[in-house]
């Protein structure tokens, strides 16, 4: 599946399948960027991050793509799983004294048995 | 993370009421940022504070909201003569660094939240 996270707020997958997450970002100047990950109830938790003079970057189970060209940010988790069931948030930092990252409106991850 | 911690969990008030939410930080963080989010939405910054000092507040309304982080004791976001579209979940964030360091990764926790309502 794959979902833009900004336009398509629900991504449904099923469970052992990949997800894709998508999320674009409007600042030229963000350097560098995170996924974060948000269960029912509780703060956002750290996926993974990337660097903008970076395409890739692998986690466990994670994959962050970033395409500087198009301003796109991706998301990918292997064989997903009931416990990655959450809302998912790109956000990113653009640096230069700007302290405050910038979240995106997130994609709410189903996973379907 | 389970560091950061805030409370009260949940608050309800009345408008016109004064709102305060509390964030003790991680052990030996010595930087604080305050986020809102609202329903269905995703984080927005609001402050980013060291010890007794505000270091960014390019976020923060102009009236009615303050935060501190004082020498000792937690960061306060103060909320004055609370409205309903202050009903929110205030998240608030520590980090022994700058976020321009780039070590939110490993280094930096979000708090569970406070969620304000506001009837």
């Known amino acids: 599946g794959e979902s833009v996270g900004l336009h398509l707020p629900t991504l449904s997958v099923q469970e052992g399948d990949n997800s894709i997450i998508n999320c674009a970002y409007s600042n030229s100047a963000s350097d560098y960027f995170i996924w974060y990950k948000q269960e029912s109830g509780k703060g956002p938790q750290f996926i993974i991050d990337i660097r903008s003079n970076m395409d890739k970057r692998q986690g466990q189970r994670v994959t962050v793509l970033l395409n500087k060209t198009v301003k796109h940010l991706s998301l990918q988790i292997a064989a997903t799983q009931p416990g990655d069931s959450a809302v998912y948030f790109c956000a990113e930092n653009s640096g230069g004294g700007a302290d405050g990252l910038t979240f995106g409106k997130g994609t709410h991850l189903i996973i379907q048995p | 993370n389970a560091g950061v911690m805030q409370n009260p969990r949940h608050l309800v008030r009345r408008r016109g009421q004064e709102a305060r939410l509390r964030c003790s930080p991680v052990k030996g963080h010595s930087h604080v940022y305050w986020y809102r989010q609202l329903p269905e939405e995703g984080l927005k910054f609001m402050v980013y504070l060291q010890k007794e000092n505000i270091i960014d507040e390019s976020g923060m309304p102009k009236e009615r909201f303050s935060a501190e982080f004082p020498k000792e004791g937690p960061s306060i976001l103060r909320i004055q003569q609370v409205v309903r579209g202050d009903s929110a979940a205030y998240f608030c964030?520590?980090?022994?660094?700058?976020?321009?360091?780039?070590?939110?990764?490993?280094?930096?926790?979000f708090g569970q939240g406070t969620r304000l309502t506001v009837v």
């Open positions: 964030a520590s980090s022994p660094f700058s976020q321009n360091t780039g070590v939110w990764s490993t280094e930096a926790f």
